[in-house]
């Protein structure tokens, strides 16, 4: 695909009742690395990733206060703004260089609630491995070692719009959907969009405006995500959907909570995704298996928690 | 990313020199499925492919004559033909629909004694379970079941030319490159390049013009890669890398031989990848860590059998 | 060990209540294999089995009218019989070759409402790998190929009463066991019992007399344990415990229920027992994290569905 | 089965040839941990061991200086030292107590150059996970976390006769045999002898008498001994056999060597054994097949080189 606009999902930005705590889980359990920790904000990345962070936590309460997307050129920033201008509706403003430390300049916009930004370069940090006949994973990993930031759930009402938003201005497409019923023209309950590849890179999902679902991390496969739940509950991390596969995304998943209440996930397996494969439609009598292909149940939690 | 241009390796043109044997081996073994036999060719389709074919089978030697990436749109024929112009030295034709059978109209390029076609359309047939609140896969999977094409790594001498035009006119970006050694300007041995989020969508390796090294089909996880090879040896197919991880793409792999000598892989893993992850590069005398990460040593036939 | 006594459970003859439906679930979801169909009675091998069956099924309802323990050598019998005489209290009688077929002469006892058998030959068919260099598995396997019966669990009023008469009669010995809590001499709710080196051949629940709990066999990993949940959904057999973690034996498993309602299960891990081993204790406020080890609730069937 | 007789193999006294090299190695790379270090002898246990040492190092070459059984009785030395005595031609010998550090008397044999000794107690230090509602892991593990000792692989010249000494003397019986070739009475080249439900607790094979072929530490399953070759290699321990399946046992295995040149493995996976499962056997011409399923050829050191 033509190596222009939204790469990837860059950063997440979450709230956080108590630092400490949340050092201790983001590090010791996730084993994100800090990179820098200052102005009572910590920087977090992956060992797989070789950007400055991809987390920064920051204390405040919960959720997230704005997620980032990096586009692969400069120039995609105004291609994007022109877009979004014509697009009309969608408030949005440039970013600059410095408001985000170690982040370029920018695009930013806010759709139900959320913040959403775009940009084309963060200091770049190198992956733990190095880049020259490299080892396949690092000597040290704490707690899990989740390598990568994947994608985000977030919560909002209008997922028509942030779903058309998001195909039209930003050349995402969806590859699964969850809609109310089989009628015709039964409203979009969910979308699982894809900037590439992936089955997504951002999901969102009918709810209260301004709410994080959960943000995820990328494990290399199903032993991986168990071997993380043994680890997870060994500790008393509380578990919100215990190892399971996912019917949408085929994907393997465990969602827990990170001491102030932000949902994440370590997440594997999904099918690869292409434009043109067909995108797939659950109807929500369906959500059960949709979200937990063997129990056939949905949680208590998954629509109502939020943060 | 911009959904513009090739969005993936859609089809494999082999040569068989028996076509019964070459059936056999590739629906039972493999658990491809035929859709069409007709003219001398068989046309098959993993049960996770939606388009009518992914491999097309013909009586009259080894090797392949052509292969096809699907373009997003139809328009994109269009640009990728002009900066073909622009680029110049590489010939480039016009292909009308029906030329190959159930593909639209598209493009041609010559490289190395490659025969490379870009199409926009196929006659989709579905996947196997379906859009509707599907399965995860079918009830009925032969052999290994292999879901779908993922790549192919070609030979040719001019390594350093065909990747250039794959990046310049195809937008195609490396994941990896193998070079002689740690000098500057080093030749590019080989090269697996991108066209999205994958490490690779097709690779070249230095070696004889117009010949193959393999073609590769995704399968889920390194379980699956290992029962694949279980199934493979218990029916005494000539394995040529036994089950082990790359330490190139850090993939999990198994390289065996269909009946004609036609070098398959079955292939997991690997890390994803996206425009601004830093280029991996190797060099030659760590080749065997590259290949086969476990034994660190090349096998007596990755740079020496092709067809 | 010294080769005599019991070597493990080798049959259980099950009732069902359709025996159409009970055949197809055994043989296409199982995959066992039936060696005899008659008088009723089907009689069912595993493909990793070589005695003539290890599961019988008869219709008239649901549960198990007996289980059958395999001794080393028939001279056991002898010894056993003395020792259960001089134990006292448990009904003992002698078998004849023929009552059950294909099965020797042999022992039989009555405990809570159970029948227990010990024989010590069964006509041998063979498992279908062979025994000269064999392959690892067979070529042809339907659904989830479950190689060999493994344990049952049974429910009766007197645990503490089996136990002792399992270790003291029969030579078993306890790996896990439940107890009601941390008090001295708290009643026993569970025994987990080995002839060997399993965690268990045989276990105990407290619960209604000559009720059934589950018999279960076992499979090669964690991998095969999903990739069994996986086919067991797809085909509507409804779980009774998703694929997870037991704390107790560190098994990998899941419950499912037949057509009838008898509860099976797949179980695979579980750590290797060797009777210097010290036994575990769980007290019934961690049943939770013992059953389910991510989830750690317990079910509400476990305590209370029997067949 | 009976509760009397060799429960497992308990230990195993290997030289090296540097101390610091071997701490390094079994504490850092297999994760032992170092119960006691005292005049020059390191004592080490796994995790999930609960007596006070499995493995005890010593400088002065390699090789093992002698191996330990843990019978289940003290008054099985008695029975299988007269046994013995019947059975003539076997030196054995009363052990006192406090001959090893920790271990209680016992019994010893000399046979083909080996030292062989049965104890029925050692001091207790008990499994890191404890005993009471146990986790199914310890928090903290160091390189591949070996849980416990599984077997050793011992050469000499007269298989058969230590053969017929263990299962006449000492109760074990084959699970499988390799043999010259197909015909009546050829000789026997190996043996994989069980003392329970494990496909073999100890195994010989044709070669140099007093030479260690391996001793092996049991991993939870295939993914595991994957993950431990990913560390191993990442570590520069030389491995001898990559991660494959063995025909033989069916177990999943990486040989590896310490710094000194003993072979270790780690092992999972193979069937469970039981008395009356036919004894399988290997003929010398597909001990490719035997020793490495999917590459189906012999490595040089197989039958070569021993410590």
């Known amino acids: 695909m033509a190596l222009t606009g939204v790469t990837r999902l860059g950063y997440v930005h979450a709230k956080v009742t108590d630092m400490a705590d949340a050092k201790q889980h983001y590090c010791e359990n996730l084993g994100l690395l800090p990179t820098t920790e200052e102005d009572g904000k910590l920087y977090l990345k992956g060992w797989d990733e070789w950007d400055h962070h ?7 309460g919960v959720g997230v206060t704005k997620i980032g997307f990096k586009v692969n050129k400069v120039e995609d920033l105004d291609t994007i703004e022109k877009k979004a201008q014509a697009y009309g ?7 600059s260089a410095g408001e985000n430390a170690e982040v370029s300049d920018g695009l930013r916009f806010r759709f139900g609630g959320h913040t959403i930004e775009l940009y084309h370069d963060m200091t770049e940090v190198g992956v733990e491995v190095g880049v020259i006949n490299p080892d396949s994973f690092p000597q040290e990993i704490k707690g899990i070692g989740a390598p990568i ?5 977030l919560a909002l009402d209008d997922v028509d719009g ?5 195909m039209e201005v ?4 969806p590859s699964e959907r969850m809609v109310a019923d ?18 997504h890179d951002i999901a969102f999902l009918k709810g209260p405006d301004a709410k994080l679902h959960h943000f995820s991390f990328y494990l290399k496969d199903w032993g991986a995500v168990t071997a993380a739940a043994d680890l997870l509950v060994h500790r008393d991390v509380p578990l919100d959907l215990v190892p399971t596969r996912h019917g949408i995304t085929r994907g393997e998943t465990t969602y827990f909570f990170d001491p102030s209440g932000n949902r994440n996930e370590t997440f594997s397996g999904a099918y690869v995704m292409y434009p043109d494969r067909p995108c797939v439609t659950w109807t929500m009598d369906q959500l059960g298996k949709g979200l937990d292909y063997y129990r056939r149940e949905v949680t208590d939690t998954f629509l109502t928690v939020f943060s």
């Open 149 to 153: 930031l994947d994608h985000a759930l």
């Open 182 to 199: 089989h009628s015709e023209g039964a409203p979009v309950i969910a979308t699982w969009l894809s900037a590439g590849n992936k089955t």
């Open 54 to 60: 991809s987390v920064l936590l920051e204390e405040g």
């Open 170 to 173: 930003l050349d995402f497409y």
């Open 162 to 166: 942030i779903e058309r938003f998001f």
């Open 89 to 95: 509706d969608v408030p949005t403003e440039r970013m």
